[in-house]
């Protein structure tokens, strides 16, 4: 996922992806986007360049999102309550440093993904990633989306993640990663109602086999995390694992994730413009777009490479 890893995300012919605005205006009361099925398809923007050290688009017209708040939904997983966040956020395979997170307020993100554990995180030495990181930048009005890599399809496209495979019994290691992914959650200091997104990265979904275990192991991860009194998202390609979870959402397949990250780079960014999902399916708030990566920008004098999100959806409660 994002600037971890992955294998070639879904990728559509367009020049130039739309970067967020420059400036979010605070809403009076936190909005919560419904889907239209009466809604314009987003235009293409005119290609600007940015001056200085906030980028500067066109803001994509249709399927707006709230300015960026965050809020208790009044929903549970398990008796505890979650967190919602709603505007733009960046992930990257390295935490940055306390310092560069505070120089990138000067941004339009308030939402950052990290990647916390999991066998197969390529960026398993995470140099600033502990509990006074997230107690910082939460002060500083940070929304953390945390990113478990375990382990991956067995028809898994990109080569250097086919070592972290599903093994011979899915069920039994979706059950084990998801204890871990908790555990780790709490050592952090991530409490209950914090959501946990599984990155499962691009794979053949026409390998019905390899589609079978993976689904067994997403669906036994979901459940493990959700008895844990944790929320499971699950992040992965437009074009498999996210058309995957909704075939098996039609088909009435049980324990599936309750937040979707769905990855298409180069379109606008758009919650309910994603073809492969029904409009009607994960929402309220449950939706985090990731529509462009490998790309870098600089605020506040610090420059990173980073993948770009728009999200509707849970993050991280941090004690």
Not at 40 to 50: A, D, G, H, L, Y
Not at 152 to 180: H, L, M, Y
């Amino acid at each position: 996922m994002g600037a971890e890893w992955r294998a070639t995300p879904v990728r559509v012919p367009y020049k130039t992806p739309p970067e967020p605005p420059a400036a979010h205006r605070p809403a009076t009361e936190p909005k919560t986007e419904q889907p239209r099925t009466d809604q314009p398809k987003p235009q293409q923007p005119k290609p600007q360049q940015p001056t200085g050290d906030k980028p500067k688009a066109p803001k994509p017209k249709g399927d707006q999102p709230a300015a960026d708040t965050s809020k208790a939904d009044g929903t549970k997983a398990g008796g505890a309550k979650r967190k919602i966040f709603q505007g733009w956020a960046f992930d990257r395979c390295q935490a940055p440093s306390v310092s560069t997170m505070r120089a990138w307020l000067a941004s339009p993100y308030r939402g950052v993904g990290v990647y916390f554990g999991g066998r197969g995180r390529h960026c398993k030495n995470q140099r600033h990633l502990d509990r006074s990181w997230l107690r910082e930048t939460k002060q500083m009005g940070w929304n953390v989306l945390p990113i478990y890599v375990g382990s991956q399809s067995p028809c898994v496209i990109a080569n250097i993640k086919r070592k972290f495979t599903i093994g011979g019994n899915a069920w039994a290691q979706g059950r084990q990663e998801a204890r871990d992914a908790v555990g780790q959650a709490r050592r952090l200091g991530m409490a209950p109602g914090s959501a946990l997104y599984l990155d499962m990265e691009a794979y053949r979904l026409g390998q019905r086999r390899c589609a079978r275990t993976t689904l067994a192991f997403v669906r036994s991860w979901n459940r493990e995390v959700r008895q844990q009194n944790y929320v499971p998202g699950f992040y992965s390609s437009a074009n498999s694992g996210v058309r995957h979870m909704e075939r098996a959402r039609k088909a009435g397949e049980r324990d599936l994730p309750e937040v979707m990250w769905f990855a298409r780079w180069n379109v606008p960014p758009s919650l309910y413009g994603e073809k492969w999902l029904d409009r009607r399916a994960w929402h309220p708030n449950r939706r985090i777009h990731q529509y462009a990566g490998d790309v870098t920008e600089r605020h506040g004098g610090r420059r990173l490479a980073i993948d770009r999100n728009r999200v509707d959806a849970p993050v991280a409660i941090i004690r």
